[in-house]
């Protein structure tokens, strides 16, 4: 029988190797603000260069790490920099970077309650703060998902489950047409044809339009389909447009379909008083998905699926195993339906079984902190679009193409004598121009035929200076055009 130790390093050289990502960690982060704010140029071949077969011997981690910190780490957009206002931002607290650490290697199991009891209630704790910040009721539940995407999967499969029969073929849902494309996936993964996802047209204000909802629900009804249910939005990514919450739920209480709040870019602004004002109607939904790794400032990979009635959740996800560890308490139920909802088996509430305990990484930033500094960074973000939205008017030929509902502002350039295809083609070659400076970073969009520049402040490190930059460039970029 042969043996090898060599996996089980010594606490001295597990030390070493923390203390050398600790000074490449401590370095990156703080030349930050000097970093390009993207920065691809040759990642291509960088990337291609990278790729090897199997090795069969190891090598120093000093060499790892300078490949990773010198060569591969730089050659991408510089996402949690203050200059990022691409996409939708969040900027990756480090706090959790060291919650991650913890967590992982510890390396507890928290699929099944009665394997670590103490973690899966930090984790159903932070479900409960998300519940309190939009205002759910105690009913209420939810569990930490990589991302919206899945959050926006499970909660339609939530929805299929709660509101259609097994043969569910003929569910009709609605969306807008500025709703994000991983709800028309999320409906193609749940099972449903393409066609069932029913696109409505949105308002001048990007919203979703309430007459034409409820128009194509009874065209659809009277067609003998069954419209089950309807998805808003708590901010879209183009614009962060809200839709009218209050309009679409009594639609939707009135229709009995199930209401899913996208929130995954603007539904923590709810810890602000204007996000609340604008978001009117967001406790109103049966189901609302959220992204702590957007609004909450938390690395990638962390999500949330709130559902007003928890038990539907469970129903939807829950299947028992006889090799799995006893549920909860020490005697094990004989139905999903037995088990006691205020302790939480993830495995039942979602579709993984075993996973990383994200809980942490949540938790640990809020109790060093408190929510407040996280409450002050979204509402400063709000001031910033608004500062900037100000600051574009300025701008000659500059229009402002949605004005910010919660902190992203779109806009374009105009010129006069251009068709529709020059001003995307003047629009698109502008972004590069601002792009190029690397102070910031923005992105673009379709809306409708125009192509839209668009503003997204959202990471925690940016700042009234960081955006005076953006608008200093986009200025100069201006005159170049
Ligand atoms: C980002 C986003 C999603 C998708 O979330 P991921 O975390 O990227 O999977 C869904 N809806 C909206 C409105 C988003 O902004």
């Given at each position: 029988m042969k043996e090898d130790?060599?996996?089980?390093?010594?606490g001295d050289a597990l030390g070493d190797l923390i203390d050398a990502a600790k000074a490449r960690i401590l370095e990156h982060i703080e030349t930050l603000p000097l970093?390009?704010?993207?920065?691809?140029?040759g990642a291509a071949a960088m990337a291609r260069s990278l790729a090897e077969p199997l090795p069969r011997r190891g090598r120093p981690y000093e060499e790892l790490f300078d490949l990773l910190f010198?060569?591969?780490?730089?050659?991408?957009?510089?996402?949690?920099?203050?200059?990022?206002?691409?996409y939708i931002p969040g900027g990756g607290l480090p706090q959790s970077a060291v919650a991650d650490l913890i967590a992982d290697a510890t390396n507890r199991y928290v699929g099944v309650y009665a394997a670590a009891p103490g973690l899966a209630q930090i984790e159903t704790t932070v479900t409960r703060w998300f519940c309190e910040i939009v205002g759910y009721p105690a009913s209420a539940g939810g569990i930490l998902t990589s991302g919206g995407s899945l959050s926006n999967f499970s909660a339609l499969v939530t929805a299929r489950w709660d509101?259609?029969?097994?043969?569910?073929?003929?569910g009709i849902i609605y969306v807008s047409d500025q709703t994000h494309h991983s709800i028309q996936k999320a409906a193609m993964l749940a099972g449903?044809?393409?066609?069932n996802v029913r696109a409505i047209a949105s308002d001048e204000k990007f919203r979703i339009r309430i007459t034409e909802l409820s128009r194509a629900i009874a065209a659809d009804r009277a067609a003998g389909r069954t419209p089950f249910a309807v998805v808003a939005n708590a901010g879209t990514t183009n614009t962060g447009a809200v839709d009218d919450l209050i309009a679409v739920s009594e639609i939707a209480r009135v229709e009995r379909l199930w209401l899913h709040i996208d929130g995954a870019y603007g539904g923590f602004f709810a810890l602000t008083e204007r996000g609340r004002r604008t978001m009117a109607g967001l406790e109103r939904g049966d189901s609302i998905a959220l992204d702590p790794h957007k609004g909450l400032f938390l690395p990638y990979g962390t999500g949330a699926l709130l559902v007003r009635d928890a038990g539907a959740l469970r129903r939807a996800h829950g299947v028992m195993a006889d090799y799995l560890p006893e549920m909860q308490e020490s005697t094990a139920p004989d139905s999903v339906e037995a088990l006691s909802p205020e302790l939480s088996d993830f495995h039942l509430l979602s579709p993984?079984?075993?996973?990383?305990?994200?809980g942490l990484r949540v938790w640990l930033p809020i109790e060093m902190h408190g929510i407040e500094p996280f409450r002050t960074n979204l509402d400063e973000k709000l001031d910033l679009a608004l500062w900037a939205t100000e600051e574009l008017k300025k701008i000659r030929d500059i229009e402002i193409l949605a004005e910010p509902q919660l902190s992203i502002v779109a806009f374009r350039l105009v010129r006069p004598g251009l068709d529709l295809k020059g001003l995307n083609a003047l629009n698109r070659g502008l972004m590069d121009r601002v792009n190029r400076r690397k102070r910031i970073y923005v992105s673009g969009t379709m809306l409708g035929d125009i192509f839209a520049i668009r503003f997204c402040v959202l990471s925690f490190r940016t700042h009234f200076e960081r955006m005076q930059n953006g608008l200093e460039d986009l200025r100069a970029a201006v005159q170049e055009c």
């Open positions: 130790r060599s996996l089980e390093i010594s970093q390009p704010s993207a920065d691809t140029d010198q060569r591969v780490i730089p050659k991408s957009f510089t996402t949690a920099g203050p200059g990022y206002l691409a509101r259609l029969p097994e043969n569910f073929l003929s449903f044809p393409a066609g993984e079984l075993s996973r990383a305990w994200r």
